[in-house]
């Protein structure tokens, strides 16, 4: 089982995915997504039972998934959500339109939270590729 899994939490497989396809990548490809946005992202998502849990994805430095708050990694931006994240990373529904009815709420750089559907677009193509 994967670290990035919490039991409870559907989001923390598709997390786990988005972390492998980090792991899959070269130092080349790393940089690459590390300059799309300079970033650090934490997710705090919480779950059906109320219990929250936090992953920081870091593509301002290493361009790896975190479970939890590390220390010394200050996010940029975070994005609160309960299991919406799902269908949000499935693109069942939109990050604007998650926003706009109150499914997604930010702290921080507002504007960076767009660029999370990009981030995770990249854990859903290594997937797909993994399955061909």
Do not use: C, H, R
Request: glycine residues 10%.
């Amino acid at each position: 089982m994967s670290d990035l899994k919490e039991q409870g939490f559907a989001a923390s497989d598709i997390i786990a995915q988005l972390g492998a396809a980090f792991d899959g990548l070269s130092e080349k490809e790393k940089k690459t997504e590390i300059n799309k946005s300079k970033s650090v992202f934490e997710l705090l998502i919480k779950n059906k039972e109320g219990k929250e849990q936090s992953w920081v994805i870091d593509l301002k430095k290493e361009g790896k998934v975190i479970k939890g708050k590390p220390e010394g990694v200050k996010p940029d931006v975070t994005i609160i959500l309960d299991e919406t994240f799902t269908d949000l990373a499935a693109g069942k529904i939109g990050g604007q339109k998650a926003y706009m009815t109150g499914k997604l709420k930010t702290k921080g750089n507002m504007m960076l939270a767009t660029k999370l559907e990009g981030v995770l677009k990249l854990g859903q193509s290594k997937q797909q590729k993994a399955k061909l």
